[in-house]
């Protein structure tokens, strides 16, 4: 089975743009989940999606924002970029039974100059 | 607000050596427990997962949970020089489903 897949893999983006980073997941996995790791803060989760549906929401301003596709794959667009945007951005997809633990993709690398 | 800590680091231990990672957690209400080992560079892997007290053990590495104690821990059985990483523990409760991670523990395995 096929693992989740980010693109692109790396992007170097300046203050004021904006981004689309894209996620597929796991063969039947419906809920996507989206983080922003880097070394001062740690792990911090963006958002969920399940069904086409932002389903859980962390605390990051609005110029963050998501969306799923009825295939699952999942979008995640960055607007006005600030320089602490600069981050590994990592998609994770999960099924529906169990534990319901995530899976992580190999993640896009974002730096804002 | 529910946290997840973990001792940044970095443990090291000799080759061939056990590792204990070590993890507690805030939220009385978590279910479910997980490690994931994450190496330089790249996107965390999930390793082992838990979610009854007790041990659960999975060739080289053993999950251990205390829900009284809220702790959680990583045992990594004669560890490896590439067995050297960041540990990542993380809880989930039956609500969200959404884990809450800590910041990781770094383990090095020297020769």
């Known amino acids: 089975k096929a693992g989740v897949t980010q693109t692109p893999r790396y992007l170097i983006k300046t203050r004021g743009q904006q981004v689309t980073l894209s996620c597929s997941p796991i063969?039947?996995?419906?809920?996507v989940s989206w983080y922003q790791q880097t070394p001062g803060q740690g792990l911090q989760f963006l958002f969920e999606?399940?069904?086409?549906?932002?389903?859980n929401k962390g605390n990051f301003p609005g110029r963050f924002s998501g969306r799923q596709f009825s295939n699952s794959r999942s979008e995640m667009n960055v607007s006005t970029l600030e320089l602490g945007d600069s981050a590994l951005y990592l998609c994770?997809?999960?099924?529906?039974?169990?534990?319901?633990?995530?899976?992580f993709g190999p993640g896009t690398r974002l730096t804002v100059l | 607000q529910k946290e997840v800590e973990q001792n940044s680091g970095p443990l090291s231990v000799p080759e061939g050596a056990i590792a204990s990672l070590n993890c507690t957690y805030s939220?009385?209400?978590?279910?479910?427990f997980f490690w994931y080992r994450q190496y330089s560079g790249k996107s965390p892997e999930l390793i082992m997962f838990?979610?009854?007290?007790g041990d659960k053990e999975d060739g080289r590495f053993t999950a251990q949970l205390n829900k009284a104690s809220q702790y959680v821990s990583l045992l990594i059985r004669d560890s490896q020089p590439s067995d050297s990483a960041t540990y990542l523990c993380?809880?989930?409760?039956?609500?969200?489903?959404?884990?809450?991670f800590g910041r990781g523990t770094s383990l090095i395995v020297h020769p």
């Open positions: 994770a997809s999960s099924g529906t039974s169990g534990s319901r633990e995530q899976f």
């Open positions: 063969s039947g996995h419906r809920s």
């Open positions: 999606y399940f069904s086409e549906t932002q389903r």
């Open positions: 939220d009385r209400g978590s279910q479910s």
């Open positions: 838990i979610y009854s007290n």
């Open positions: 993380a809880s989930s409760s039956g609500g969200s489903y959404i884990p809450t």
